[in-house]
């Protein structure tokens, strides 16, 4: 009998979608669930013969294939269509289309203005009004193709130096702070739902896991401490190893493969994380040292994937240790030691190969936990979920409040922002996935029970997170700030409407004698908002300084595509080509806070340096002190210095000046370094004893010196 095409089968699936509701949709969800309802079609072969993704085929027919064709009405006969080249066909066919689904995803969250993650998962709610699908891969296989790309990724990019600043704190959190999470969420799970006890650990070892990827991107456009923000990401990407670990010891014990010994429990704990810990550190190593003999960004790139994948492989498969920690520790090393022998093209492609290849780790979790859940399967275990939610808030507030003494200086308000800011999302889906079938109907009820617990933390804590934020106050974003951006965007907009305007007169919509009458008006008011942006900006020079360095990265975007269609028109040779987008990408990837001192100065023109300016600053002041700085044309060299009475890192100016211009330099710094008040909680070196609690200290300013020079060069 012919096979069944993927057309049919979506023709088929179409035709069970009730009109009406297809009509109360908006036309973007009639074309999602177009496209869940071919996945449904396609992968739902896939739950008639599973043995088909294990590279076996079946021709002999199975109840759960004759089931499959009952419920479809399609005879059981036309559904093997996993016969030979035609299985890799549906594979890539379902692949395409969750390629699909994520690019719509992507575009409609841009458009809406919500995080990523949160347009997933909504997206995910939606799959679960599709028939059930059951994809049997083994657990190894989900976790070694879906998990290193997101553990890399957060690690790569994660500074070595903020990390180890905050390392106590954070170990605390991801240690002693996974283990009490799995056991509170276990026994409230426990005792509210009757689940057995062992099995109730397992979905907390599942749910210990943080990943707060849309509240770090929320933190970067707020403006947020930079340390509240690595306290939150240096615990995700620990914890997730941690709980990994965790739940690989307790699933034995739960399905009776392992018998419990506490003793055995934490020697084996211990040797898989530090195993994962070396082989991670070890591989890391080998691999940046290799890349910093290699200048080609293809090999490079070539080579962060193979440290990626096969950390983990290695970690698993030869030493069985942890692979999710050895890829942690490989990414920390290679993002921190691997970039200072690449190139600026190689580390620009290799950043956007990363965050390219989460992406589509994290789109496939969350789409695939969505064609697995049915959604009468949520709504019917409600209770579940709710208590799950608790155990899951109960825990994480224990976890923050009990354990943040241990950072000494975390302030109450950043520990709210750390407790609500626990989300769950991809790993923990990852984990609820990749459950092995011995734990039998449990599983399924697990992986409901983690994907409410998803959803309540993105939709409710994700999007809360923003008011919780500014009712804390602790946006370091400027009022100056936001009144330039209010002025800014008035001049755009007026802007923008004299030009529509004009365009409807030069196309006859407008008449010469109204637009004589309107015209004298709507350029006086658009000068008028020009006018109070460019007051705004020469009052505050660090503002002035953002803005040219916006206009410097995209002069050399524009740069950097011409050259492309140079090359593409034949104008220039690829090895004239390489040549000039290396220097274009390195200064794309340099600070550039000498470029608007250098539109100041004239050509020709030759400064007389005779006074030199020590100014010692603290880090957070250094961006804006540079361009305030260079703004006036000053030239400008920083080194790093501890300060004596906090014991902390600083920074010491040393600035070029002439003769008369003291006074402007002392103007700019004083303008530029901000006063804040800091909890301090280390002692003082010549204190007698430790302070009881954090005490407020005011930290800021700038400790200013100014030497006569002899002579001065530039080097």
């Not at 689904?101 to 993650?117: D, E, K």
């Not at 600043?165 to 009490?180: D, S």
């Not at 739902?193 to 062992?198: G, S, W």
Request: charged content about 15%; overall charge negative; some cysteine.
């Amino acid at each position: 009998m012919d096979r069944l095409s993927p057309h049919k089968i979506l023709i088929h699936n179409l035709s069970l979608l009730n009109k009406t509701l297809m009509r109360k949709f908006p036309s973007l969800i009639v074309l999602l669930l177009m496209f869940c309802a071919f996945i449904s079609g396609v992968v739902g072969c896939v739950s008639g013969q599973p043995e088909a993704l294990d590279s076996r085929v079946n021709p002999a027919p199975t109840n759960q294939t004759q089931d499959t064709s009952a419920q479809t009405g399609v005879n059981e006969a036309e559904l093997d269509i996993f016969d030979g080249q035609d299985s890799i066909i549906v594979i890539e066919e379902i692949v395409i289309i969750l390629l699909l689904i994520a690019t719509i995803v992507g575009i409609a969250a841009q458009q809406f203005r919500l995080p990523y993650t949160v347009g997933l998962v909504i997206m995910g709610l939606v799959l679960t009004l599709l028939p059930q699908v059951d994809i049997n891969l083994a657990p190894n296989l989900f976790l070694g193709l879906l998990v290193p790309p997101l553990v890399f990724e957060g690690a790569f990019h994660l500074n070595f130096i903020d990390l180890r600043r905050n390392l106590v704190p954070i170990l605390t959190f991801a240690i002693p702070g996974v283990v009490l999470t799995m056991i509170i969420v276990g026994m409230i799970v426990h005792w509210g739902t009757d689940i057995p006890i062992l099995f109730a650990l397992v979905f907390g070892a599942l749910v210990a896991a943080i990943d707060p990827v849309a509240v770090i991107a929320l933190f970067r456009t707020m403006g947020i401490p930079k340390r509240l923000e690595v306290l939150l990401e240096g615990e995700s990407l620990l914890n997730d190893g941690i709980a990994i670990v965790l739940l690989s010891l307790v699933i034995p014990i739960a399905t009776q493969t392992a018998d419990f010994d506490l003793l055995v429990s934490i020697l084996d704990f211990l040797l898989v994380s530090g195993g994962g810990i070396l082989v991670g550190l070890l591989l890391g190593t080998l691999v940046s040292q290799a890349i910093q003999r290699i200048d080609d960004y293809l090999i490079e790139t070539t080579l962060t994937t193979i440290l990626a994948f096969g950390s983990y492989l290695i970690a698993e498969q030869v030493f069985h240790v942890s692979g999710v920690l050895a890829v942690v520790v490989a990414g920390l090393v290679n993002g921190n030691i691997g970039p200072a022998g690449m190139s600026p093209t190689t580390r620009i492609v290799l950043f956007n190969f990363w965050e390219y290849a989460s992406f589509i780790a994290i789109s496939f979790i969350f789409l695939l936990i969505g064609l697995q859940i049915d959604l009468s399967s949520l709504f019917t275990s409600w209770q579940f979920i709710i208590i799950a939610v608790f155990g899951v808030l109960v825990a994480r507030a224990m976890t923050i409040y009990g354990l943040s003494w241990v950072g000494k200086d975390i302030p109450m308000r950043w520990q709210h922002v750390l407790n609500w800011g626990g989300l769950r999302g991809a790993i923990s889906l990852a984990l609820a996935i990749s459950l092995p079938l011995s734990l039998g109907p449990t599983r399924t009820q697990l992986q409901v029970m983690t994907f409410g617990v998803v959803i309540f933390t993105l939709l409710v804590q994700g999007l809360t997170m923003a008011p919780l934020v500014r009712r804390l106050k602790l946006s370091e974003r400027s009022e100056v700030q936001l009144e330039y951006e209010r002025r800014h965007a008035r001049a755009v907009a007026t802007r923008a409407a004299y030009e529509h305007l004009t365009r409807m007169r030069r196309n006859g919509l407008l008449s010469d004698h109204t637009w004589q009458i309107i015209a004298p008006m709507l350029e006086q008011h658009n000068q008028a908002l020009v006018d109070a942006v460019k007051a705004v900006l020469l009052e505050n020079p660090q503002l002035e300084a953002l803005e040219l360095e916006a206009a410097r990265k995209e002069l050399l975007q524009a740069q950097r595509s011409m050259l492309g269609s140079l090359l593409k028109d034949g104008v220039i040779t690829e090895t004239t080509y390489s040549q000039l987008v290396s220097e274009v990408d390195a200064a794309l990837t340099s600070g550039g806070s000498s470029w608007p001192a250098t539109l100041r100065i004239k050509p020709g023109t030759r400064l007389e340096i005779n006074r030199l300016i020590a100014a010692i600053i603290q880090e957070k002041d250094l961006e804006n002190a540079l361009s305030a700085l260079t703004k006036l044309g000053f030239s400008v060299t920083h080194l790093p210095s501890t300060g004596g009475f906090l014991g902390r890192r600083n920074l010491t100016l040393l600035i070029g000046v002439s003769a008369g211009q003291e006074a402007s330099a002392v103007e700019a710094l004083e303008k530029s370094c901000m006063r804040r008040i800091e909890y301090v909680a280390t002692p003082i070196e010549t204190a007698p004893a430790a302070f009881p609690s954090p005490i407020p200290i005011e930290v800021g300013g700038a400790t200013i010196f100014i030497f006569e020079l002899d002579g001065y060069a530039e080097i």
